[in-house]
């Protein structure tokens, strides 16, 4: 091993010790990612992991990109991961059996022999030289030093890249974006459907839902002259995803019919 | 210490992510656990950078980057699309391919 | 002048004219693909005319830069045995138009493509005998497996799509192979002086004796399997079971001839000395065609089958006069080749007019035609007996040559074959006497004889194989330079007689 | 050799006659047959020509040849379709168009009710070309051409009515077992090729000295096997019988008079080289001797007439064949007696035929009987036709044959004696069975059915056969007067020193008589004494059955090669579809079989293809790691 390649020489101090407490926090936070129920326990984890490597960046000698890394990638990767997350239901837990038989041994067995097999490569590899260290390149400053090459040598792949970005956006969007299936119904469409529809109960548009004057929220009916709710007065997606609140503490108790009108 | 030790952390974080890939139905899993396989990736890039004294590993890992930004961009997309038609995010149930 | 250029590019324009035609006005389209087929062999007689027969060097050479990067070349040149093989296609060309009018009807796509496939293909025929350069040649021969795809695959009957695909799939394995000899070549050539496909410049090559055989055997099989010899014999009469008459014709007598035409062109020019090596195995398997497809002719209730199985048995023959390496057997082969395409022609269309009519292939389903049909009838028994090589038609001058030639230098093999005569009169006049003797069976009763259309479609076929086999003389003058060229090549000499002192 | 322009006409007169009639077809129905019988006749008159320009040349100088054109030259196979006329050849071409215009003549009448009869008289003028190719060809491969032409022509008319299966599959057997002798008639020309370099009579005549005798007789039997195949000669005899499904005049010329002669021609003609080759000259001897004695023993059971004479025909060609086989003295007789056979086998025929006529198509001569009073031409004409074969002096056949079984007691040693014997055994023989059909048709009781009405035939049929009749007297004398055809042909054969005679002629011919009288007696008292039964008793010694069903030839020939034939037909169609194409099938199913094994790993499941795409990674590693040490 003393042979070996890839002698970069002993770093400093500190850094060792960055990497031996962070290295394994890391390993374990990966692995974590895998064995936990909970797809945003999975992303706080892959959130740790990022950190954890934008600061060996940083302690590499890569400041530019470790910022980066915090910032578009903990930062908006992430949260958008996050927001997804939200969206498809932040709550749902997955199932960690396995429903494809057979997969879960293949996976293992292939992923030891993968990592078994490229860590003994590593061992063996030599690029024939020592290691130079990052100072050097670094002399001008970092972000210079990246500049310097982005905007000459790869100025050609930075512009495709550029190009990839807009045309992903515009991708996300077209995919995103809700189809139509009918012709959206016009207001003259809307008010003739009023009239014309069953019954004239409509005509002059739905209750608006609340209970006046106590309760004014979307998801409460409203309620009837009677005091009974009012089910057509609540949104119909909002019924289906059962998030209709009970209106039936604000009804009116008794009406009090026995009142007799002043003469 | 010995920059090699980066590599090696890696290679591991790069197959846990690759098995994360195979044993997570989670279709959102499944992408975190690919980006994790190219932030590996780029943990290597760096670590070469360092070894080699110039900057041009970086400025992969920067592109490599950018890229993984699109592409979560456009696989969350689809994610979302997917799971407005089958309200479910798990990648077996998207298994049309067959037929 | 580009005479060869111009026979190609002749039915190519023809069906680009068939292409522009509307689809509704089938007449039309028929009639502009018969003027084609009548103008392209019209073009080839008056090339044919200006052959001097007794210079064995490629005529009518062109030579045009194709592909420079890989040194390949469109060249095209022709010898006594392609101009041969040449009239023979083009001759066959529009009878097979005029003879199969209404069978490109009930296809599964138009008329007018069927037309176009059929002059597709003919300008393939034309440039398959006429490149010289061999990676033009592999490329025609290739692509010439297209429109027969299509024309069995769209138009024939039964398990045509069975028969296509089996077509197709059996000979683009012997093309692949083929293909890799012809790799193997080129890399070759490279490294000694320069990369090429010329064909006179592979020909001169330097290789192992290894090699040679291996090379050889690539081109060998491909050719086997196109000018089907046993036991590689087993797509086509599946492929003449279920194409149309017209399509088989082309198929076995023009096609299939690309396969004993290569043998002599690729195997024997290229390698020489892997020739000598497989000529017992070949010979051997040779003899086996000739008695076999003979018997399975006799084996087989389907009048199609059983033309494919004479055919097989013909093949052999052929194959056989090719590696006699005497002139008389290298001479018989090629006339065999241009008289087999007229005797199987008149037989397959002869034999799909009576399967048209009668709405069976099924031989004991006829019966009786002598009465009810006579001329159909005399025409079949005609094709017949040509087929079975009698004295005064065609087939017998080339049969006999190739059995002579062959028994010169090899007496058991040529007396094995002998036997096969004994079968074809059996192949033969087993199906003339169920189909046409006998009394009229049930539902033979109201066929109709042929008509005008078909009397001229048959005539030419008729007339040629009588022709020739009274005066052969001015096909064999074309041929016998060219084939004692090759065996001159090769080192070989024709035996002296041996006064019986072996 | 002189040259001659004219030859061509004699084949090319009838090879017309046959063009036009069947090109013309129904247009020329009216007139086809005189057209045919016109063409036939000027072409007899051409060979009159022909014969008086050749008497009056000497010796040397009469063969005449004529070449046409350049037929097939490769190499040096070199063959020009070329006509040869010699002193052989005219007698063959005399009897072919003479007979055969008398057979034109007799036909005219004779196929006058058939629809098709223009159809017939194009066959017929086909046939009279074909032989004469035949016979004026001037090698061996333009003799195969005739050969095969009249193979042809004779598969054409025993099948002309072939809307008759029977009559039809008697053609097929006779063209494919023609085609056996073919066979060894290529062989021939293929081994005379590859050892002289030359197929044409001269050349190989020429050659033939310094040839190996091996390679001579082995030419020599394959010649025999050509001759034993066109002249219905053993072992290749069955298919002569069944051929009598022709029209009776197509027996009486091709099946009597000259096709099934040709044989006998081959062998005469190639005379140098049997010569030479004294093992095939024995086997063409024994061939001779076992066909005469077949054909006998079979003729004394058969009860359909034609059959009869058919057998008849079979065993005077064993005895032509004989003669031929015993080598230069015996080849002028067996010209003699294939002349003078062609006579009265012919009017006999034809007799038959003309008693069939009058009998509406009866053929058995059990139904026959007492015909002499109402055909007395016809029993005059066929009476002397059974005196001549029977070789009764002065009749024809008592010069020919007995020519021959003298020369068969010359050849000396136990040989001699055999084959005399047998030659003498197979005239009784002969007078047996002629005498027997003599009997039961002409003489006795009548034993026809009621409606048959028996009359004489047509004066266009009956003077063919008188002229026949005339023939059938006079020919032996005027051939064998002062050694006239012996003479004629001696310039074609080598000259031979004079046996020691075995026996004096006187004996041999006074045996002879002997034992014709002793058959013609036994016919007598068995056939004339008795009544015959109209139907042929069954309650028969084994060897009548035997000789009833042609001495078990027929199912020798199923036993042997048309039944193992087709067993291996029917296995071999089934080995190509079960075992070639299966290997075939095969592989496309074991293609797909794989195929369809593999398509389980195509799961749809993303994530099954993503631990194909680690596991094809760790592959790679692996290599990567085994191949960088």
């Known amino acids: 091993m003393n042979e070996l390649a890839l002698q970069v020489g002993q770093t400093a101090a500190p850094e060792a010790m960055l990497f031996w407490i962070l290295a394994p926090l890391t390993l374990a936070a990966a692995l974590g990612m895998l064995l936990v129920k909970k797809a945003v326990h999975s992303a706080i984890l892959m959130a740790f992991v990022m950190v954890a490597l934008a600061i060996f960046y940083i302690a590499q000698g890569a400041p530019f990109l470790g910022i980066v890394q915090i910032v578009v990638y903990t930062g908006a990767v992430m949260m958008l991961f996050l927001f997804i997350l939200m969206l498809v239901g932040v709550d749902s837990s997955d199932s960690l059996t396995e429903t494809i038989r057979g997969l879960r041994p293949i996976a293992i067995t292939a992923a030891v022999g993968f990592g078994g097999l490229l860590v003994s490569l590593l061992g063996r590899a030599s690029i024939g030289r020592g290691a130079v260290g990052i100072e050097a390149a670094n002399s001008e400053g970092n972000v210079e030093g990246i500049a310097q090459l982005l905007f000459s040598t790869f100025v050609w792949p930075f512009e495709v890249v550029s190009a990839l970005l807009i045309t992903a956006a515009l991708g996300a969007m077209v995919l995103a974006h809700h189809h139509r299936i009918q012709e959206r119904p016009t207001q003259r469409q809307l008010s003739i459907d009023r009239f014309r529809g069953d019954s004239l109960a409509t005509a002059a548009g739905l209750p608006a839902p609340g209970v006046f004057a106590r309760h004014n929220a979307v998801d409460v009916p409203a309620l009837l002259p009677d005091g009974s709710p009012a089910p057509a007065s609540v949104n119909a997606s909002l019924k289906a995803r059962g998030d209709v609140l009970d209106s039936s503490h604000f009804e009116l108790g008794t009406v009090d019919t026995s009142v007799e009108e002043e003469k | 210490m010995n920059a090699a030790n980066y590599l090696y952390l890696s290679a591991m974080l790069f197959t846990i992510g690759a098995v994360g890939v195979v044993v997570r139905r989670n279709a959102i899993v499944v992408f975190m656990c690919i980006e994790l396989m190219l932030n590996a990736a780029n943990l290597s890039f760096v670590t070469f950078s360092r070894i080699n004294g110039d900057l041009n590993g970086q400025v992969v890992a920067f592109f490599t980057m950018v890229v993984a930004a699109c592409e979560v961009v456009v696989g969350l997309a689809i994610i979302v699309t997917i799971y407005r038609s089958r309200r479910s995010a798990s990648v077996d149930d998207a298994s049309l391919l067959k037929r | 002048m580009t005479w060869l250029t111009l026979l190609m590019a002749l039915p190519l324009a023809g069906s680009l004219a068939v292409a522009a035609l509307p689809k509704t006005n089938e007449k039309l389209v028929k009639q502009t693909a018969l003027a084609t087929t009548l103008i392209v062999m019209a073009a080839t007689i008056a090339m044919a005319l200006g052959f001097q027969r007794d210079n064995v ?446 | 050799m002189m040259s001659s322009h004219s030859l061509v006409y004699l084949i090319a007169l009838p090879l017309a006659g046959a063009a036009i009639l069947l090109l013309a077809g129904r247009r020329s129905d009216k007139w086809g047959h005189l057209l045919a019988t016109g063409l036939s006749a000027s072409s007899f008159f051409l060979g009159l020509y022909q014969l008086s320009l050749m008497l009056s040349r000497s010796n040397e100088q009469r063969p005449v040849g004529q070449k046409l054109f350049e037929w097939i030259s490769v190499g040096t196979f070199n063959i020009d379709a070329g006509l040869m006329l010699d002193q052989l050849s005219i007698c063959f071409v005399l009897l072919i168009t003479g007979v055969g215009t008398l057979i034109h003549i007799y036909s005219i009448s004779y196929m006058s009710h058939d629809p098709d009869r223009r159809r017939f008289f194009a066959f017929l003028n086909l046939f009279i070309a074909a032989m004469l190719l035949l016979v004026l060809g001037d090698s061996y491969l333009n003799l195969y051409v005739g050969w095969e032409g009249v193979g042809l022509a004779s598969y054409l008319l025993i099948g002309f009515w072939n809307q008759k299966l029977a009559y039809a599959t008697a053609s097929k057997k006779a063209f494919v077992m023609n085609r056996i002798g073919d066979m060894g008639l290529s062989f021939a020309i293929m081994i005379a090729f590859a050892t002289m370099g030359t197929v044409s009579f001269t050349g190989v005549k020429a050659a033939a000295e310094h040839t190996s005798t091996a390679a001579l007789t082995a030419i020599g039997i394959m010649l025999l096997l050509a001759a034993t195949g066109k002249s219905a000669q053993f072992p290749l005899q069955a298919w002569l019988g069944d051929a009598m499904a022709g029209p009776t005049p197509v027996s009486a010329l091709i099946h009597a008079a000259t096709m099934v002669t040709a044989g006998v021609y081959l062998i005469t003609r190639s005379n140098f080289i049997f010569d030479a080759a004294p093992t095939a000259q024995l086997l063409v001897v024994i061939v001779g001797a076992i066909t005469l004695m077949f ?335």
């Open chain 3, 57 to 502: 060097e490629l005529q009518f050479v062109e030579k045009y830069s194709w592909i420079p990067f890989f040194g390949i070349n469109y060249a095209l040149g022709i010898d006594g045995l392609a101009l041969v093989l040449i009239l023979m296609s083009t001759i066959l060309a529009p009878v097979v138009v005029l003879a199969g009018w209404n069978e490109s009807h009930g296809g599964r796509w138009s008329v007018k493509t069927f037309y176009i496939l059929i002059l597709v293909l003919e300008t393939m025929m034309i440039g398959v005998f006429a490149a010289t350069d061999v990676f033009l040649f592999y490329v025609i021969f290739e692509a010439m497996l297209i429109p027969v795809y299509f024309l069995i695959g769209g138009y024939g009957t039964g398990e045509r799509s069975a028969a296509a695909v089996k077509f197709l799939i059996y000979s683009l394995f012997g093309g692949l192979l083929m293909l890799a000899s012809i790799i193997a070549l080129y890399v070759m050539s490279g490294a000694q002086g320069g990369h090429t496909f010329d064909l006179a410049a592979l020909s001169s090559l330097e290789m192992s004796s290894t090699t040679q055989d291996l090379l050889f055997l690539g081109f060998f099989i491909a050719f086997a399997i196109k000018a089907p010899l046993w036991p590689l014999h087993t797509w086509l009469p599946d492929a003449a079971e279920s194409a149309t008459p017209g399509t088989s014709v082309l198929l076995l007598g023009v096609l299939d001839k690309v396969g004993t035409f290569g043998m002599i062109r690729y195997c024997l020019t290229l390698f020489p000395e892997a020739s000598k090596t497989f000529t017992p195995m070949i010979l051997v398997l040779a003899v086996i065609s000739i008695i076999y497809g003979a018997i399975l002719a006799i084996g087989q209730r389907d009048l199609k089958r059983l033309i494919a199985f004479t055919s097989i048995s013909h093949f052999g023959f052929i194959t056989m006069g090719i590696f006699a390496m005497t002139s008389q057997g290298h001479s018989g082969a090629t006339l065999y080749m241009f008289n087999h395409a007229f005797s199987t022609a008149a037989l397959f269309l002869v034999g799909g007019w009576m399967i048209s009519r009668r709405g069976s292939s099924t031989i004991a389903d006829f019966g009786g035609l002598q009465r009810i049909t006579p001329v159909m009838a005399w025409m079949f028994f005609l094709a017949g007996m040509s087929s079975l090589a009698l004295p005064g038609l065609s087939s017998f001058v080339s049969e006999f040559l190739v059995l002579v030639g062959t028994f010169t230098r090899y007496p058991a093999h040529a007396v094995i074959a002998t036997c096969g005569i004994v079968l074809a009169a059996l192949y033969i006049l087993i199906p003339v006497q169920k189909a046409l003797h006998g009394p009229t069976t049930p539902g033979n009763e109201n066929l109709s004889d042929l008509n005008l259309r078909e009397k001229i479609a048959i005539a030419p076929v008729i007339a040629i194989i009588v022709v020739l086999g009274f005066y052969p003389s001015p096909l064999l003058k074309v041929i016998n330079p060219a084939a004692s060229h090759v065996i001159a090549q090769l080192g070989f000499n024709d035996p002296v007689p041996t006064n019986g002192s072996k």
């Open chain 4, 295 to 629: 054909g006998a023993l079979i003729g004394t059971a058969k009860d359909d007439i034609k059959k009869a004479l058919a057998a008849s025909t079979m065993s005077q060609i064993g005895y032509m064949i004989l003669g031929a086989g015993l080598g230069p003295v015996g080849y002028a007789f067996a010209i003699m007696h294939l002349l003078t056979h062609g006579f009265f086998k012919a009017g006999m025929f034809l007799g038959a035929g003309s008693v069939i006529h009058g009998m509406n198509d009866e053929v058995n001569i059990r139904k026959y009987g007492a015909l002499r009073k109402f055909m007395p031409i016809t029993f005059a004409t066929f009476g002397f036709g059974y005196l001549a074969i029977l070789g009764v002096p002065p009749f024809a056949g008592f010069y020919s044959k007995d020519m021959i079984i003298e020369t068969a007691f010359n050849s000396g040693g136990i040989k001699g004696i055999i084959l005399g014997s047998v030659t003498l055994l197979g005239a009784g023989i002969t007078a047996f069975y002629m005498t027997r059909v003599m009997i039961l048709t002409f003489t006795g009781t009548s034993r026809w059915d009621e409606e048959v009405h028996p009359y004489e035939s047509p004066w266009l049929m009956w003077l063919p056969m008188a002229i026949l009749a005339v023939g059938s007297v006079t020919s032996g004398y005027l051939l064998s007067h002062g050694n006239a055809l012996v003479n004629w042909l001696s310039p074609l054969f080598e000259s031979h020193g004079e046996h020691d005679e075995f026996l004096p002629p006187m004996v041999v011919s006074g045996l002879a008589l002997a034992m014709v009288a002793i058959g013609v007696a036994i016919a007598f008292l068995k056939y004339s004494r008795s009544d015959v039964d109209a139907v042929a008793p069954s309650d028969v010694s084994i060897f009548t059955t035997i000789a009833r069903q042609d001495l078990m030839q027929d199912r020798f020939n199923e036993a042997v090669f048309m039944r193992p034939g087709q067993l291996l037909t029917s296995v071999l169609v089934k080995t190509d579809e079960a075992i070639i194409d299966g290997a075939v099938r095969g592989v496309g199913r074991a293609a797909m079989g794989t195929g369809a094994t593999l398509r389980g790993v195509q799961s749809g499941f993303v994530r099954s293809y993503a631990a194909l795409i680690l596991i094809g990674a760790v592959a790679l590693i692996a290599a990567i790691w085994v191949v960088v040490q």
